[in-house]
């Protein structure tokens, strides 16, 4: 497992909830909802960060409850700040955007110079037949 979620604490190989971070967490969802920033609802809350990570706080599912981590906002509260967050990045004309990849160019045909040495050691011979490949990108 990797680490373990603000909000709780692992005792005896089971996740119990940290009761001081999971009223900071209540209260970000909290303060997101009544329309604050994602850093100032954190920052109101107690919760010293960047808006990116009080994002993915509340993104983190666990927070509901799953079979390992036991349930520290309830369901509805958090599909209400899914839902603010998709409205918001809507706003902002944020959705449906494509991300920025460099395309990859991938060699496609291979040619190989004309073998004029032969060597008795197979891996010495390899090595100088793998030298004289080129590839074309077509």
Sequence with gaps: ??????????????AV???DAASKLRKLY?????G????DAAAEAG????????????KTKHYIGDDFYPAIIDETVFLSAQAELI???AALGRLNRAPKE????????????????HYDNP????????SLIESEVS
């Design 1 to 14: 497992m990797g680490h373990t979620p603000y909000g709780y604490r692992i005792e005896n190989g089971v």
């Design 36 to 39: 604050l920033s994602l850093k």
């Design 30 to 34: 909290e303060n997101y909802l009544t």
């Design 87 to 89: 409205k918001r990045a």
């Design 47 to 58: 919760i010293d960060t960047y808006h990116g990570t009080a994002k993915r706080l509340l």
């Design 123 to 130: 891996a010495t011979q390899a090595e100088y037949i793998y």
């Design 102 to 117: 460099k395309p990859i160019t991938i060699p496609r045909l291979f040619t190989v110079g004309n073998i004029t040495k």
């Design 17 to 19: 909830i940290d009761e």
